[in-house]
């Protein structure tokens, strides 16, 4: 059985005396205090080699096992150098002030030998003394990871605790170029980055959200786990997705036989996704969305100051009278409407007289007077003239005009030179 106990370098002793125990071993920190689990573990960046074999033997248990973790700190650098291109291994000395850890993927103790499975942590800074190459890795910008599980038809990200969400916490993501944000799970992560506003498409939430993690833009990798019968074999269908949209990068499905194997097949399933990722960044299709970028707020024109001319004070210049044209003056217009013909006819009188814009009926009243607003860029005497010059009988008050149609004279009657009587 797979079992994933994390030592920290400098408590190697303290952790002899645990050698026996199961489950997991909390980390600690260089002052030897523990870590609050719910903590990304990976606050360091460092990098993991994962895999490394050893099988030593001692004088007996404990030294077995010092010199088998010793053995892979060294097999763990050889593997860094070929991948970076560093020089030899240096000694045991200089190792262990660059290792800040020690993970157990699998080990068997006996009374004088020791065969395991391990993984080994550097420091990254410590490491790229030796190795140049090591701190000029490009990496993308700050990505939000939010984790979600889909698990009996719910989906979870950080409104509650998931072993998806503790798996991405336990994930090493030091030697990847994708720089993960990875939220704790505590204080307002669970209203801003649930499941919710993993499908959410308003690009001004997201940019507020970001701004929060000072991320550039957001990953949503999740799994939705079948568990075939209770206690028996449980499949983990993963997807890899990224933006705000949510777009889908990969899809790829993983099982375990009972659900003992879950967290292994949820640490799979991370350093899988991570690789998707990876790949994506290399061929252009992780990149940031433009539409996150942040849009600051507009601001105001400075208004010019007026240079002072010799122009009289009360007289108007050309461009004073311009302005005054173009921008217009608002009328109210009140005329007789005796049918429904009568609006439309009227409408398009006025609104043929020249410097009338915007002339529309505003309150309608058959067999009434009803009520037009428009613009006329002059004199309102002007317009009262040129309605004149139409037919119109004209009364203004101010900005408002009452139009009528002139009365008809009664028609001519022929005398009559036969009176009746």
């Known amino acids: 059985m797979r079992r994933s106990r994390f030592f920290h370098a400098s408590a190697l002793a303290a952790a002899l005396a645990l050698a026996g125990g199961a489950g997991m071993v909390a980390a600690q920190d260089d002052s030897g205090d523990k870590i609050d689990m719910n903590e990304p573990i990976d606050a360091s960046g460092s990098y993991q080699v994962d895999n490394v074999d050893v099988d030593v033997s001692g004088p007996d248990a404990e030294s077995a096992r010092i010199a088998g973790w010793r053995l892979a700190q060294r097999k763990a650098y050889q593997m860094l150098s070929s991948k970076f291109g560093g020089g030899g291994v240096p000694a045991d000395s200089v190792l262990d002030s660059m290792v800040t850890g020690i993970v157990i993927q699998n080990e068997q103790i006996g009374p004088n030998r020791y065969i395991a499975k391990l993984g080994v942590l550097f420091s990254r800074a410590r490491l790229g003394g030796l190795m140049g190459a090591v701190g000029d890795i490009s990496r993308s910008a700050p990505m939000l990871v939010i984790p979600v599980q889909w698990s009996g038809g719910s989906a979870v990200a950080f409104e509650q605790k998931t072993a998806w969400a503790d798996a991405w916490q336990r994930f090493r993501a030091g030697d990847s170029s994708v720089d993960y944000i990875r939220p704790t799970g505590v204080g307002a992560d669970s209203l801003l980055v649930n499941e919710g506003q993993a499908g959410r498409r308003d690009r001004g939430w997201w940019r507020s959200v970001l701004d929060q993690y000072a991320a550039a833009d957001v990953l949503v990798p999740s799994v939705t786990l079948y568990r075939q019968w209770p206690g028996g074999p449980v499949v983990g269908v993963f ?183």
Do not use: W
């Not at 302005?323 to 409408?347: C, K, M, N, R, W």
């Open 239 to 421: 997807e890899a997705r990224h933006g705000p949209d949510n777009d889908l990068m990969a899809r790829f499905a993983l099982r375990v036989d009972s659900e003992a194997g879950v967290p292994a097949l949820l640490d799979a399933g991370v350093k899988r996704i991570d690789t998707i990722y990876q790949d994506g960044l290399r061929n252009g299709a992780l990149g940031v969305d433009p539409s996150l970028a942040y849009i600051p707020p507009p601001q105001a024109t400075p208004t010019a100051t007026p240079t002072p001319t010799d122009t009289p004070t009360g007289e108007a210049t050309t461009a004073d009278a311009t302005t005054a044209v173009t921008s217009g003056a608002a009328i109210t217009l009140q005329f007789d409407t005796p049918s429904a013909a009568s609006v439309s006819a009227i409408e398009g009188a006025v609104r043929g007289v020249p410097g009338v814009s915007g002339a529309n009926t505003t309150s309608m009243a058959i067999g009434g007077v009803s009520v037009m607003r428009l613009n006329y860029s002059g004199d309102p005497a002007a317009l009262a003239s040129a309605l004149e010059a139409r037919g119109f009988q004209v009364g203004r008050s101010g900005a408002t005009l009452r139009i009528r149609r002139p009365s008809l004279p009664p028609p001519s009657v022929p005398s009559d030179d036969r009176p009746t009587g």
